[in-house]
């Protein structure tokens, strides 16, 4: 067992030295961290800043394992089901070790995993609280924690699941079950908080964040139950939360490292079907549900629009335009600013954030890899034009649509509305024209650290550059908000056409 923990960790350190083992990608690496590192700076940062009541202390840790649940339900929903990657697999099926050895490996490896979702879910939430309240730093990372061990404990309930599966060579639904029976939990405790609060939202809205009655949902409940606890300052919630979360999951590891049977085999074949999907995720591609194609039939315009017509093929075959993915994460944030109490510009800086998370390079570095595309008899912009016209229509429709939902959900007046209308539409076409503009000066060795970097200097540049000079001028920024937030959607639009223009002779087929 001992032997299989050096490896593991063996393994993690071979791929940090690999990333950096490259000057220019340890400068990338180090470049983007340090900018996402400088995402935490307003945590630590109090003044001026409103004292965090303890009911949106309570709205932050019920975002966070919302957050949570959304992570579980994409595993569960998951084609792609593994005990290990396929290099893990090597040297533990072929080594010297037996069977509970393998399985006792488990859960040190979902801990890795587990702790970059909690990650996720607790510092990007609280970057977004802490830009307007004093934020304790000793919530963040206690809340961290806590996620952490409850993805981990439902990653133990999904493979023990999985295993049973492979051995007894079923597919079972148990992870399905379980999951629906919390959700389900969780609506009957917001239904009974609707009916007693008069059906009244907002009221059984923050009834359902600051009741105990969450506390009897498994899993969830205990991890509320110890957070809670450590808001209120009540110790012995802090310790029963924690105490339960950490008996299950001594009692889980012995189940699963004790379950009996013939796995290897199939392991091994699993192990290797989700490596590639690992590493197809991992460069931002999205899986085909073929079980939704169906015939049919699109009119192909002259030269360049065929490739438009293309897209849009390929989306009607899958009947879906819009996916859960798409909107969840707009969803989210929408929530966020509506327990804070935003302005229009809040729900707007959260609209940026979720446009910027959303945006990858790959449909684009897939047609642009077409040789067709080349050999098409019309002119680069227009080619370039059609390329990105749908990816762009796609995400300006999502973003106009929750821009308008924030509108009346910050009961914004005219102006303000149109300003932020053209402000979103504006960021949309810079964002797109981000990713062209990584595969134009990359090439073929562009990554996704490099395209965040650019996106993320892109984005803060028209800012920077509009309010630098405002300062200068002497400008009183907040009696000009308005007049400077439409001088930025100008630059904005202007980067992104010279950037267009710029990128468009790729097109003739000399340089890609």
Request: proline share 3%; charged share 15%; with cysteine.
């Given at each position: 067992?001992?032997?299989?923990?050096?490896?593991?960790?063996l393994?993690?350190?071979?791929?940090i030295?690999?990333?950096?083992?490259?000057?220019?990608?340890?400068?990338?690496t180090?470049?983007?961290?340090?900018?996402?590192?400088?995402?935490?700076i307003?945590?630590?940062r109090?003044?001026?800043?409103?004292?965090?009541?303890?009911?949106?202390?309570?709205?932050?840790?019920?975002?966070?394992?919302?957050?949570?649940?959304?992570?579980?339900?994409?595993?569960?929903?998951?084609?792609?089901?593994?005990?290990?990657?396929?290099?893990?697999?090597?040297?533990?099926?072929?080594?010297?070790?037996?069977r509970?050895q393998?399985?006792?490996?488990?859960?040190f490896e979902?801990?890795?995993?587990?702790?970059?979702?909690?990650?996720?879910?607790?510092f990007?939430?609280a970057?977004?609280?802490?830009?307007?309240?004093?934020?304790?730093?000793?919530?963040?990372?206690?809340?961290?924690?806590?996620?952490?061990?409850?993805?981990?404990?439902?990653?133990?309930?999904?493979e023990?699941?999985?295993?049973?599966?492979?051995?007894?060579?079923?597919?079972?639904k148990?992870?399905?079950?379980?999951?629906?029976?919390?959700?389900v939990?969780?609506?009957?405790?917001?239904?009974?908080?609707?009916?007693q609060?008069?059906?009244?939202?907002m009221?059984?809205?923050?009834?359902?964040?600051?009741?105990?009655?969450?506390?009897?949902?498994?899993?969830?409940g205990?991890?509320?139950?110890?957070?809670v606890?450590?808001?209120?300052?009540?110790?012995?919630?802090?310790?029963?939360?924690?105490?339960?979360?950490?008996?299950?999951h001594?009692?889980?590891?012995?189940?699963?490292?004790?379950?009996?049977?013939d796995?290897?085999?199939q392991?091994?074949?699993?192990?290797?079907?989700?490596?590639?999907?690992y590493?197809?995720?991992?460069?931002?591609?999205?899986?085909?549900?073929?079980?939704?194609?169906?015939?049919?039939?699109?009119?192909?315009?002259?030269?360049?629009?065929?490739i438009?017509?293309?897209?849009?093929?390929?989306?009607?075959?899958?009947?879906?335009?819009?996916?859960l993915?798409?909107?969840?994460?707009y969803?989210?944030?929408?929530?966020?600013?509506?327990f804070m109490?935003?302005?229009?510009?809040g729900?707007?800086?959260?609209?940026?954030?979720?446009l910027?998370?959303?945006?990858?390079?790959?449909?684009?570095?897939?047609d642009l890899?077409?040789?067709?595309?080349?050999?098409?008899?019309?002119?680069?912009?227009?080619?370039?034009?059609?390329?990105?016209?749908?990816?762009?229509?796609?995400?300006?429709?999502?973003?106009?649509?929750?821009?308008?939902?924030s509108?009346?959900?910050?009961?914004?007046?005219?102006?303000?509305a149109?300003?932020?209308?053209?402000?979103?539409?504006?960021?949309v076409?810079?964002?797109?024209v981000?990713?062209?503009?990584t595969?134009?000066?990359?090439?073929?060795?562009?990554?996704?650290?490099?395209?965040?970097?650019?996106?993320?200097?892109?984005?803060?540049?028209?800012?920077?550059?509009?309010?630098?000079?405002?300062?200068?001028?002497?400008?009183?920024?907040?009696?000009?908000?308005?007049?400077?937030?439409l001088?930025?959607?100008?630059?904005?639009?202007?980067?992104?056409?010279?950037?267009?223009?710029?990128?468009a002779?790729?097109?003739?087929?000399?340089?890609?």
């Amino acid at each position: 067992m001992v032997i299989l923990l050096k490896l593991s960790l063996l393994k993690r350190f071979a791929k940090i030295r690999n990333i950096l083992s490259k000057p220019t990608s340890a400068l990338f690496t180090l470049g983007a961290l340090l900018l996402y590192g400088s995402m935490f700076i307003p945590m630590f940062r109090h003044e001026g800043k409103a004292i965090m009541a303890p009911e949106l202390m309570q709205a932050y840790i019920m975002i966070v394992l919302g957050i949570s649940a959304f992570f579980m339900l994409s595993m569960v929903l998951s084609k792609h089901q593994s005990l290990f990657f396929l290099e893990d697999s090597y040297f533990m099926f072929i080594g010297p070790f037996n069977r509970k050895q393998i399985l006792s490996l488990l859960p040190f490896e979902n801990i890795w995993g587990s702790m970059l979702l909690a990650l996720l879910a607790s510092f990007l939430s609280a970057f977004q609280f802490s830009l307007h309240f004093a934020m304790p730093i000793q919530l963040v990372l206690i809340t961290f924690f806590m996620n952490t061990l409850l993805i981990s404990a439902f990653s133990l309930i999904m493979e023990w699941f999985y295993l049973k599966g492979i051995i007894q060579k079923t597919k079972s639904k148990g992870p399905r079950i379980l999951l629906g029976l919390l959700i389900v939990c969780a609506l009957l405790i917001f239904g009974t908080q609707f009916y007693q609060n008069g059906f009244d939202v907002m009221a059984s809205l923050m009834a359902f964040v600051t009741q105990d009655s969450f506390f009897w949902i498994p899993l969830f409940g205990w991890a509320k139950l110890g957070l809670v606890g450590f808001v209120s300052q009540n110790i012995v919630q802090v310790l029963l939360g924690f105490g339960l979360m950490v008996l299950f999951h001594v009692i889980a590891i012995y189940v699963f490292a004790n379950t009996k049977g013939d796995f290897f085999e199939q392991a091994m074949l699993d192990a290797e079907d989700f490596s590639e999907f690992y590493a197809r995720a991992k460069s931002g591609k999205q899986e085909i549900n073929t079980d939704d194609i169906k015939q049919v039939e699109v009119k192909y315009g002259i030269g360049a629009r065929a490739i438009h017509n293309k897209n849009v093929l390929l989306l009607k075959k899958q009947r879906r335009m819009i996916g859960l993915k798409d909107v969840l994460i707009y969803i989210i944030y929408l929530i966020m600013g509506f327990f804070m109490k935003m302005p229009i510009q809040g729900y707007i800086m959260f609209i940026i954030i979720a446009l910027f998370n959303q945006a990858n390079i790959d449909t684009l570095t897939d047609d642009l890899k077409q040789y067709h595309l080349y050999l098409i008899p019309d002119s680069p912009l227009r080619k370039l034009f059609n390329t990105i016209k749908l990816p762009f229509l796609k995400s300006l429709g999502i973003a106009l649509f929750f821009t308008l939902v924030s509108i009346g959900m910050a009961r914004a007046n005219l102006g303000e509305a149109l300003v932020a209308l053209v402000f979103v539409s504006s960021y949309v076409a810079l964002i797109n024209v981000s990713s062209i503009l990584t595969i134009r000066i990359m090439k073929s060795r562009h990554n996704q650290i490099v395209d965040m970097l650019l996106r993320m200097i892109l984005c803060v540049l028209p800012i920077v550059v509009v309010f630098a000079t405002a300062g200068l001028l002497s400008v009183d920024i907040e009696a000009n908000a308005m007049a400077l937030g439409l001088t930025v959607s100008a630059l904005a639009y202007a980067i992104a056409g010279a950037g267009f223009v710029w990128v468009a002779p790729m097109l003739r087929g000399t340089e890609f």
